[in-house]
Nanobody, 113 residues
Framework: QERLVESGGGLVQPGGSLRLSCAAS????????ISWYRQAPGKGREFVAH???????NYADSVKDRFTISRDNAKRTVYLHMSSLRSEDTAIYYC???????WGSGTQVTVST
């Protein structure tokens, strides 16, 4: 069964950091690009970052220079390193394998004092 499982969310103060993980199973992970999206309360789902099959990455302007996406093919895991977090980064974060139309169930990130 194809699956993506996110973890690592939580409550963090403004200016803090978190690392999210997306663990894949059931498909050939090494051949797939993986993206992170997020959905804030009352808003639509928006693109955050993407890492291709190699290491090529691209980011939404709102997170560029603060977030870093990476992958470990041996562990079948994609990471999202988030720093300088702001209240507007509060959202449920989802990982997806876009070419497979496969989504995880999300992990909550709350940035608040």
């Amino acid at each position: 069964q194809e699956r993506l499982v996110e973890s690592g969310g939580g409550l963090v103060q403004p200016g803090g950091s978190l690392r999210l993980s997306c663990a894949a199973s059931g498909f050939n992970f090494n051949r797939e690009g993986i993206s992170w999206y997020r959905q804030a309360p009352g808003k639509g789902r928006e693109f955050v970052a993407h890492v291709a099959r190699g290491t090529t990455a691209n980011y939404a302007d709102s997170v560029k220079d603060r977030f870093t996406i990476s992958r470990d093919n041996a562990k079948r895991t994609v990471y999202l390193h988030m720093s300088s977090l702001r209240s507007e980064d509060t959202a449920i974060y989802y990982c997806t394998a876009p070419h497979r139309n496969l989504w995880g169930s999300g992990t909550q990130v709350t940035v608040s004092t």
